[in-house]
């Protein structure tokens, strides 16, 4: 196999623990936006292009475990072992609201139409919270098979995806009925679901195997058998023709999706990677790992092999804004002690 180009990314420091959940926001009219969860408590939000640090969520006392954006990355959400998940300002920093739960809060997404907040953990319950009425109790769904361990929305806010931390499968929910409609088969438990940008397909890594499930028809498309056991797993947005996958051994590998094979390895972290995902352009994807640093790694290869910056170059330059301008407009987000954090 021809040897690629060793890629340097961008490492962007500020957690004091590991980094174990990732999210891009879509592309907005300022650009797009990185959101990272951490087991230090402090959410910190990025400029999705140079991974400049914009600002930190203060106000969690335990680990968080699921961060998220809203589709205009106005507002942030995460998920807590301190039993909350919160809801801020993107813009601000400030704390909008905290949604009480009896026990650790694992994962957390917004609608597409951005009014509900679904969440997920310990105790087995499934909740959408109506962000117009974020006093009013949450709608509930309670028969989940085992504690959450991610939960992602899909076919217009009409289904719930989940998957359990300790059995395997993915169950699909009918959001009206509350019901499982369908379960899509693993050996291990899932710990990383994704929905494609073109809705055509779910992302999944369980043990060490990485699949690709069609979205509507809920059949098997694809299976891969990792060199490791992989944590996360990431698909192309743009073109769809690659993914990446990173867990126990440290690297973020990057994958044909047609035939499996890999075409790039890239090196750098210091302890096993949690989470991987590609920017909403698919330009870049971005590595968390147990080290407690974010990685940003530029896409070496577009649909025909040519380099994507030379690409870039060809379609002239990005209308992304300045990190001052980011900085700017994203003030007074809050930093703050880490006392009594919680597992």
């Not at 073109?198 to 999944?204: K, Q």
């Not at 750098?268 to 949690?274: A, F, M, Q, R, S």
């Not at 530029?298 to 170059?313: R, V």
Request: charged share 25%.
């Amino acid at each position: 196999m021809e040897k690629k180009k060793v890629a340097v990314p961008l490492v962007c420091h500020g957690h004091s623990r590991p980094v174990v959940d990732l999210f891009y926001s879509p592309i907005t009219p300022d650009g797009f936006f990185l959101i990272s969860a951490s087991k230090d408590s402090t959410p910190m939000l990025r400029n999705g292009e140079t991974g400049d640090w914009i600002g930190t969520f203060e106000g969690h006392k335990g680990a968080v475990w699921s961060c998220c954006l809203d589709t205009n990355a106005l507002r942030a959400a995460s998920a807590s072992a301190d039993f909350t998940a919160k809801l801020w300002d993107a813009l601000t920093g400030d704390e909008l609201h905290s949604f009480d739960h009896k026990h650790i809060v694992r994962a957390c997404a917004f609608s597409e139409d951005t009014h509900l907040l679904l969440t997920g953990g310990f105790e087995k319950i499934l909740r959408i919270f109506d962000l117009n009425r974020p006093d009013a109790p949450p709608r509930e769904v309670v028969n989940s098979p085992g504690s959450v361990r991610s939960v992602v929305w899909l076919h217009s806010d009409q289904t719930i995806l989940s998957s359990c931390s300790d059995s395997g499968g993915v169950r699909l929910w009918d959001v009206r009925s509350g019901k499982i409609v369908h379960t899509l088969e693993t050996k291990s438990s899932v710990t990383s679901a994704e929905v494609s940008k073109d809705g055509r397909y779910i992302t999944t890594a369980d043990g060490s195997s990485v699949k690709f499930w069609d979205a509507n028809h809920f059949g098997l498309v694809k299976s891969y058998d990792m060199p490791c056991t992989v944590e996360s797993a990431s698909l192309e947005p743009k073109f769809g023709n690659k993914f990446i996958a990173g867990g126990e051994d440290m690297w973020i590998r990057l994958f044909d999706f047609n035939t499996g094979e890999e075409i790039g390895c890239n090196k750098g972290h210091h302890g096993p990677v949690h989470c991987v995902r590609f920017s909403p352009g698919g330009e870049s994807y971005a590595s968390g790992s147990e080290d407690g640093t974010v990685r940003i790694w530029q896409t070496l290869t577009g649909p025909s092999g040519q380099k994507d910056n030379a690409i870039a170059a060809a379609n002239g330059p990005t209308k992304q804004p300045s990190a001052i301008e980011v900085g700017s407009k994203m003030e007074d987000l809050h930093v703050g002690s880490k006392e009594g954090v919680r597992e």
